[in-house]
């Protein structure tokens, strides 16, 4: 049976803004007290895990047991069949220390060639208290990849991948249709049917 989180504070274990704002909107309806690692001062813990599911952990965890309240962590990234899986748990790596995502963009489209272009985005989202207790829930999207990429919306790789069944990029769509259908949306829904109480 899952753990509920019982109310209070929840810590966005987060320093990507971009995630942070994604999280904090998909947690509005809830009524929920955020505050983001960043806003915390806490450090960036090294993702030292071979999967998604292991760097959430990893992150929430380490959120948790320096704030001693429970903690939200995502592990997300562009997962590409034709390139064995890359760029996988490495998507923010790809972008390089200035999180330069036009660079890891076009690393992908030159790796990619004329291979099969289906790709899927996946998250897990890890929600930790501090007694190391852990709930995990992973969502994916499948969709496939364009270039050159379009849309100023979103954040890193969105601009080049559209969902199966759009023709809009994860850059182009509005931000509450990306909120209804992404990755993080589909783990988010997982992780409110389990763990949060009364949910809209």
Do not use: Q
Request: aromatic fraction near 8%; include cysteine.
């Amino acid at each position: 049976m899952p753990r509920r989180f019982a109310g209070g504070r929840l810590v966005i274990a987060t320093h990507n803004p971009g995630k942070v704002e994604e999280i904090a909107a998909l947690l509005a309806p809830f009524g929920m007290e955020t505050v983001s690692a960043g806003a915390l001062g806490l450090p960036e813990p090294e993702e030292t895990g071979d999967s998604f599911e292991a760097n959430a952990a990893l992150k929430a965890h380490a959120a948790a047991a320096a704030s001693g309240l429970p903690a939200l962590a995502d592990d997300s990234g562009l997962v590409v069949p034709a390139l064995s899986g890359a760029p996988g748990i490495y998507s923010a790596r790809w972008a390089g220390p200035a999180k330069d995502f036009a660079t890891a963009m076009a690393r992908v489209e030159r790796e990619l060639g004329d291979k099969d272009r289906g790709a899927c985005f996946v998250a897990v989202l890890a929600l930790a208290w501090p007694d190391r207790h852990t709930e995990l829930f992973r969502g994916e999207v499948p969709g496939r990849l364009v270039w050159p990429p379009r849309g100023d919306r979103g954040f890193g790789y969105d601009p080049m991948f559209v969902a199966d069944g759009g023709t809009l990029t994860f850059g182009e769509i509005d931000p509450a249709e990306k909120h209804r259908i992404s990755h993080r949306a589909r783990a988010f829904a997982k992780l409110v049917e389990a763990c949060f109480h009364g949910g809209t």
